[in-house]
């Protein structure tokens, strides 16, 4: 049984900033990408951004600059630090990463969500 859980989310004022973790447990055997993903309401979830096990990185045009995601030594925790935060930034976060739990089988999983809201 692999868990992604997040932490983090809050609300913040306009131009403020929020660090998101989500930390990987369970019998995890290796972790590829992770990532975080947003729903804002009546929207459909979007990536914001993405890192693989090589520390190469991907962010969404509406975050970059702004927005870096980054992963501990042991690679099992990813971070999202969010600077100059938007309303339009407000949604429900997710952490999202590949998972082997035994080698070379990796299965896809997905956090329980966590609400980043900045007031307009």
């Known amino acids: 049984q692999v868990q992604l859980v997040e932490s983090g989310g809050g609300l913040v004022q306009a131009g403020g900033s929020l660090r998101l973790s989500c930390a990987a447990s369970g019998s995890i055997f290796s972790i590829g990408a992770m990532g975080w993903y947003r729903q804002a309401p009546g929207k459909q979830r979007e990536l914001v951004a993405r890192i693989t096990s090589g520390g190469t990185t991907v962010h969404a045009d509406s975050v970059k600059g702004r927005f870096t995601i980054s992963r501990n030594g042991d690679k099992n925790t990813v971070y999202l630090q969010m600077n100059s935060l938007k309303s339009e930034d407000t949604a429900v976060y997710y952490c999202?990463?590949?998972?082997?739990?035994?080698?070379?089988?990796?299965?896809?999983?997905w956090g329980q969500g966590t609400q980043v809201t900045v007031p307009s």
């Open positions: 999202n990463a590949n998972v082997a739990v035994l080698a070379g089988r990796y299965s896809n999983y």
